[in-house]
């Protein structure tokens, strides 16, 4: 309960002042807080928190090339048996009212009966509307372990 806290204050305080007042620096600074609230989301399986994160425009591509909505995503989250999730290396680019953010995941769980870990570049296309940042698209390609 209290990591839920930690992620849902994490995602207030990164939308509370208005995009206009950040510099470049302190928006990506937040979007950066945004991604690693997404990661501890996903591993404690908050769909709470991933459903803030997310716009509902949201889509995903995976690594095999499917193509996910927001619903899917979450669907697929709360099915998961992921029990690590951790993302490095992360970089925001910003675009005025837009942001791309580049990094890697790093992935341990259970599969079929199997334990597994994955590695695997990912893109995401952050927006600002709304008084919030939203993450509007995420594809992820896999790397080698």
Request: aromatic share 6%; proline share 1%.
């Amino acid at each position: 309960m209290r990591m839920r806290m930690l992620v849902l204050a994490v995602v207030c305080l990164a939308s509370l002042r208005g995009r206009s007042q950040d510099s470049d620096t302190t928006a990506a600074s937040r979007i950066i807080a945004l991604e690693n609230a997404w990661s501890r989301a996903a591993e404690v399986k908050d769909l709470r928190a991933l459903d803030t994160l997310l716009d509902n425009s949201f889509i995903y591509v995976d690594v095999d090339g499917r193509s996910m909505t927001k619903t899917e995503v979450l669907a697929d989250v709360k099915a998961s048996n992921i029990r690590q999730f951790v993302t490095e290396g992360m970089t925001a680019h910003l675009y005025g009212n837009a942001a791309i953010v580049t990094g890697t995941v790093k992935m341990k769980g259970v599969e079929n009966g199997k334990p597994f870990l994955r590695r695997e570049r990912f893109t995401d296309t952050w927006v600002y509307r709304n008084g919030a940042w939203a993450c509007v698209a995420s594809q992820t390609t896999s790397l080698p372990h």
